[in-house]
């Protein structure tokens, strides 16, 4: 089969590989869409560690059963979505329903030191029966590829725990910002607000939903939230982006008493406001992937509560992976997600 594989660390190559191998329980999927993640983005340039060559990378995908085992519930010609995690389902955090923490997950499209498992940019992929999804008829492919990020949206804002009427900060408008954005709409969020530093990211933000956005190069996020919430400070604030600025300004929004959900996973590490998180009694939560989300994130794609078409940039062939990789790392302006079909 043709794949898009990571030889080497900025090096995509379109070429013929093994196809792979199915158990008895895991179905072969015919892929028809895969969307760029930025995870693929930073996994490209080797700077995560989590996409060691030789990869194929894509865990955002959709596409049509080929083949399932004869005892299996699905069959050839099914179109489905499945999970980016692989977990077990057998292990202590799997029988809680915490499928997230799963000790012996896997993520597709990872090679960590822990383990290698190729992904979805090529024409067919090999996961477990137990983590795919039916689509609705209403959902097209190209669109089911955003159900993945959009389940870590919707799992954060779960985590939140968002009231009617509250006053929530985003900082950081890429992709699973503009996602939290539109659903903490759903959520009954009051006022939304979008920081960030790219003003074409911040007038998305205000189409999808944003009441008010605030560029942190050139404007105070602090004293603009203090503003609109007589100087008490957000309910809650969403980082999304995973570095020391981005958790700095969350944790400052935030009023006495409220809650901190971090999102972004980009640095290993960052500073954090030990004492002002304290003193101020903070919540802090954290978000890992999503835990079962997936059927009401492909019903709101249905439903059409959720715009996939602006955050859609382009929908490319496989073959030419590699150029849309290169443009999305140099920060084209205007990309947002592109989607990649074999």
């Known amino acids: 089969m043709k794949a898009l594989m990571l030889e080497e660390y900025m090096k995509l190559v379109y070429r013929d590989v093994s196809d792979p191998v199915r158990g008895d329980k895991d179905v072969l999927i015919k892929v028809k869409a895969c969307s760029i993640c930025g995870s693929d983005i930073h996994g490209m340039d080797g700077s995560t560690g989590r996409r060691r060559p030789p990869v194929i990378m894509g865990h955002e995908a959709s596409g049509v059963i080929e083949e399932a085992s004869p005892s299996s519930a699905w069959k050839k010609g ?31 499209g990872v090679s960590c030191e822990d383990y290698r498992q190729d992904g979805a940019f090529a024409e067919y992929v090999v996961v477990p029966q ?25 799992h954060a804002v779960a985590r939140a725990n968002i009231a009617l009427g509250d006053t929530v900060v985003v900082v950081g408008a890429g992709m699973i910002g503009l996602l939290v954005i539109q659903a903490l709409g759903i959520a009954g969020a009051k006022a939304v607000v979008a920081v960030d530093l790219d003003d074409s990211r911040l007038a998305m933000a205000r189409k999808l939903g944003a009441s008010m956005t605030v560029n942190s190069g050139t404007s105070d996020p602090v004293a603009a939230v203090a503003g609109i919430t007589g100087g008490r400070g957000a309910d809650c604030a969403f980082e999304v982006v ?59 794609i249905a439903g059409g509560r959720i715009d996939t078409a602006s955050i859609t940039s382009a929908i490319a062939p496989l073959s030419e992976g590699a150029s849309w990789f290169n443009r999305l790392y140099e920060k084209e302006k205007g990309l947002l997600k592109v989607v990649l079909c074999p």
């Open 78 to 108: 099914d179109r489905v979505t499945f999970d980016s995690t692989i977990y077990c389902g057998e292990c202590w955090f799997c029988r809680r329903g915490e499928i997230n923490l799963c000790d012996n997950r896997r993520v597709l």
């Open 242 to 300: 995973g570095i020391g600025p981005a958790v700095d300004t969350a944790a400052k929004v935030i009023r006495k008493g409220g809650k901190l959900t971090l999102v972004g996973n980009l640095a290993p590490t960052v500073p954090f406001p030990l004492q002002a998180t304290v003193t101020r009694e903070i919540t802090v939560l954290g978000c890992c992937s999503s835990r079962g989300e997936y059927p009401v994130c492909l019903d709101l």
């Open 130 to 154: 137990h983590i795919i999804y039916r689509l609705p008829d209403e959902v097209k492919f190209e669109q089911a590829v955003l159900v993945e990020a959009l389940s870590i949206a919707v």
